[in-house]
């Protein structure tokens, strides 16, 4: 069961320079997810997938495109790549599950992250 | 603003006493909260959580609190053992299902 794959897993740019992070999930999930990793900042939304067809904004969305491809599959694109990119990039998926004793259940499933540089 | 809060970036512990990790949330609309576990070079992994309608959840060496007048909640390993070294970052959820949000995690680090 191979959960979340991200490719590449490592990616040099030069600025200016254009990517797409690929992810697929085989856990047949709605959602799905893009977050940045940085020094003491924690994990940070870029943008997620609630659904098939629908895509919102995270916290730091500025500089990056998605693509809800199809129920497998979210790609994260840098148009222009800037050096405050640098970054470890990861991808997640997750179903939420209402029950009436424990209400919800939103656990996220992550892929191994894409570590891109942007000199 | 931080609605997510680990306000130690790191801790060590001996092996075999207990590691206890702390997080605080300002949103009173989280209602399910969880703990990840992060070695380098891998992505987070899901470790334990607990909704709001209970008070504490156990798995194994690992336990959840949670006290919802403080808005605090707490991670216990007991016993600490050295493989639990990576960053522990704690998340929370709302009722809509909304993404998790993330606290800046804290380093573990068990010395053996």
């Known amino acids: 069961n191979a959960g979340v794959t991200q490719t590449p897993k490592f990616q040099v740019l030069k600025t200016g320079q254009s990517m797409t992070l690929q992810c697929a999930q085989d856990?047949?999930?709605?959602?799905m997810y893009w977050y940045r990793q940085d020094p003491g900042m924690g994990l940070r939304l870029i943008y997620y997938?609630?659904?098939?067809?629908?895509?919102d904004k995270g916290e730091v969305p500025n500089g990056y495109n998605v693509s809800r491809l199809n129920k497998r599959e979210f790609s994260l694109r840098l148009e222009s790549a800037a050096p405050s990119q640098t970054s470890v990039y990861f991808c997640?998926?997750?179903?939420?599950?209402?029950?009436?004793?424990?209400?919800?259940?939103?656990?996220?499933?992550f892929g191994a992250g894409t570590r891109l540089s942007v000199l | 603003d931080q609605q997510v809060k680990q306000n130690s970036p790191s801790l060590s512990v001996q092996e075999g006493r207990i590691s206890i990790l702390n997080c605080d949330y300002t949103?009173?609309?989280?209602?399910?909260f969880l703990w990840y576990k992060k070695y380098p070079a891998e992505g987070p992994t899901f470790l334990i959580s607990?909704?709001?309608?209970?008070d504490k959840n156990e798995d194994g060496r690992f336990t959840v609190f949670l006290n919802k007048s403080a808005k605090h909640l707490s991670l216990h390993i007991v016993p600490s053992q050295p493989g639990d070294s990576a960053v522990y970052f704690c998340?929370?959820?709302?009722?809509?299902?909304?993404?998790?949000?993330f606290g800046k995690g804290t380093r573990l680090s068990v010395i053996a």
């Open positions: 997640a998926s997750s179903e939420v599950y209402y029950r009436v004793l424990t209400r919800i259940k939103n656990i996220q499933y």
């Open positions: 856990m047949n999930h709605n959602s």
């Open positions: 997938s609630a659904s098939e067809g629908t895509t």
């Open positions: 949103n009173s609309m989280f209602d399910y």
């Open positions: 607990i909704s709001s309608i209970k």
């Open positions: 998340a929370a959820s709302d009722p809509g299902g909304t993404p998790l949000v």
